[in-house]
Nanobody, 122 residues
Framework: QFRLVESGGGSVEAGGSLKVSCAAA???????MGWFRQTPGKEREAVATISVDLKPTYAESVKGRFTVSRDNDKKTTYLEMTRLSAEETAVYYC?????????????????WGRGTPVIVSS
C-alpha cells in the first residue's frame, strides 16, 4: 500500500506565504516526489519536483518564490510558497513515483494525494 497524505493548506492573503507538507505512508522506497496544482476548468500543472538526491525542479512561474524540499528518512516532502498571488488559488496535489528521477508530466506519476486547497485572497 502506498498513500500520500498532504497537510498545511489553507487561506492566505496575496503576498503572503504558506507551507504544505506531504508524507508517504508506505513500507516501500519512495522515488521522486513533487507537487502539482489544479484550478477548476484547467489541467493539472507541475509546480515543483524533487529527486531522491534532493535535486529540485520548478515551474517557471514559481521560480524564486517556491521552495521544495524533502526528508528521505521521514518520506516527506515540503513546499514552501512565498509571495502568493490570487491566481495561484488551487488544489495542490502531492505526487510520487518509485523511479529516482523525476517526470514533469502528470502521467509520469503513479501515486497521488487527495489534494489540499490553497486559497489566496486579493
Amino acid at each position: 500500500q502506498f498513500r500520500l497524505v498532504e497537510s498545511g493548506g489553507g487561506s492566505v492573503e496575496a503576498g503572503g506565504s504558506l507551507k504544505v507538507s506531504c508524507a508517504a505512508a508506505t513500507t516501500s522506497g519512495v522515488g521522486c516526489m513533487g507537487w502539482f496544482r489544479q484550478t477548476p476548468g484547467k489541467e493539472r500543472e507541475a509546480v515543483a519536483t524533487i529527486s531522491v538526491d534532493l535535486k529540485p525542479t520548478y515551474a517557471e512561474s514559481v521560480k524564486g518564490r517556491f521552495t521544495v524540499s524533502r526528508d528521505n528518512d521521514k518520506k516527506t516532502t515540503y513546499l514552501e510558497m512565498t509571495r502568493l498571488s490570487a491566481e495561484e488559488t488551487a488544489v495542490y496535489y502531492c505526487t510520487a513515483r518509485y523511479e529516482i528521477v523525476c517526470s514533469s508530466t502528470e502521467s509520469g506519476y503513479k501515486f497521488w494525494g487527495r489534494g489540499t486547497p490553497v486559497i489566496v485572497s486579493s
